[in-house]
């Protein structure tokens, strides 16, 4: 005796054709993003060249910081998020090459004025 199969089930109706999506524009980048990322850039490879353009890492340490905050507080306006963390942390980097640059210069100052104004007491 064999016993009666269930009935299969239906099958699946067949799914919807997929609809393209519409083309998305890129968002622009924030105004300050890529001045941050180049400034960090000209101030951390310009200290190894000529010392003087590590003056500008400061700024490229506000603007990484202040295009970061607009890219944070409006995310679908703005992209570039990594142009302005990247000038931000190259400023950062920059500023302490700057801040030992500085100290070093003074220190070097210090000495030559120490050294040119001692006296050996031989009456020279």
Not at 31 to 44: E, Y
Request: hydrophobic share 50%; glycine share 10%; net charge positive.
């Amino acid at each position: 005796m064999t016993t009666p199969q269930p009935p299969a089930p239906p099958p699946f109706p067949p799914s919807p054709p997929a609809r393209p999506t519409p083309f998305r524009q890129p968002l622009p980048k924030a105004p300050r993003a890529t001045l941050a990322m180049v400034l960090g850039i000209v101030s951390v490879g310009g200290f190894f060249t000529l010392l003087v353009p590590v003056f500008v890492a400061p700024v490229a340490w506000y603007l990484g910081a202040d295009a970061r905050r607009r890219i944070e507080r409006e995310p679908d306006t703005w992209s570039g998020a990594g142009e302005a963390r990247t000038g931000l942390v190259l400023g950062m980097v920059g500023t302490g090459l700057m801040l030992i640059a500085l100290f070093l210069t003074a220190l070097i100052l210090l000495g030559l004025v120490l050294v040119s104004h001692y006296d050996a007491g031989y009456g020279a």
